[in-house]
């Protein structure tokens, strides 16, 4: 599968718009969940390759665009993620980059506080939310509602089905936006001041804001 087309197209926007990309950086970094996540720990059931998930979970920001490594299911379609935190979050997002093809994944089922889930279970209970994925290759950044998501330890993905109906799903990158809150007498304190300060919490420049959706 040939991903040379989508490499260049997050590079256009910095042409004529008075700023290069190492704006881009400061803002992006502000509220993402890459040191906290618990990535020994990461698991992806059906994956083709060993690891391929924690991985995707691996690249910093400025790797966003680079095609490898790319977590590809191995079965079938379906890839169940459990992603531990090493602390407490409070998600705002989910940031993806998938392809314009059938591989991409449709429906993500999203989890809070499940560290024990398989397929039959994800399949079975009642999902924190629902979301949907664009079929692109934007960088795509995907709001979840806070208030469900305001206490997260860990998050379970079900990427249920892709927009092709084919039997293999493709994600090369994979990321979260959110506040985080050591397991400390301060957390409490940490939450009030995020949430009292919306307006801090800038939107990341270069991402397709709102491309996906909640559909629940």
């Not at 906290?36 to 992806?44: A, E, L, S, Y």
């Not at 998050?155 to 979260?176: C, K, M, P, Q, V």
Request: hydrophobic letters at 30%.
């Amino acid at each position: 599968m040939s991903h040379s087309h989508c490499h260049d197209e997050h590079h256009d926007h910095s042409h004529g718009d008075g700023h290069d990309h190492s704006d881009d950086i400061t803002p992006a970094l502000q509220n993402m969940l890459y040191e906290q996540i618990d990535f020994p720990k990461v698991i992806t059931l059906n994956e083709d390759e060993s690891n391929s998930g924690r991985a995707i979970c691996q690249k910093t920001w400025a790797q966003r665009l680079d095609p490898e490594p790319e977590l590809v299911s191995s079965a079938d379609e379906q890839l169940l993620m459990t992603i531990p935190f090493t602390g407490q979050v409070r998600l705002h997002s989910i940031i993806l980059r998938t392809s314009p093809s059938g591989a991409c994944p449709k429906t993500l089922k999203v989890f809070a506080n499940e560290d024990a889930l398989d397929f039959e279970t994800a399949s079975e209970k009642e999902p924190t939310q629902v979301l949907e994925i664009s079929q692109t290759s934007e960088v795509q950044e995907i709001g979840v509602k806070r208030a469900k998501f305001g206490t997260t330890r860990c998050l379970g993905l079900f990427f249920e089905d892709n927009w092709g109906g084919e039997d293999e799903t493709r994600i090369s990158y994979l990321a979260f936006k959110g506040d985080f809150m050591k397991l400390n007498k301060e957390a409490v304190s940490v939450l009030y001041e995020a949430a009292a300060n919306p307006s801090d919490h800038k939107n990341i420049v270069g991402i397709g804001q709102g491309v996906g959706r909640s559909i629940q």
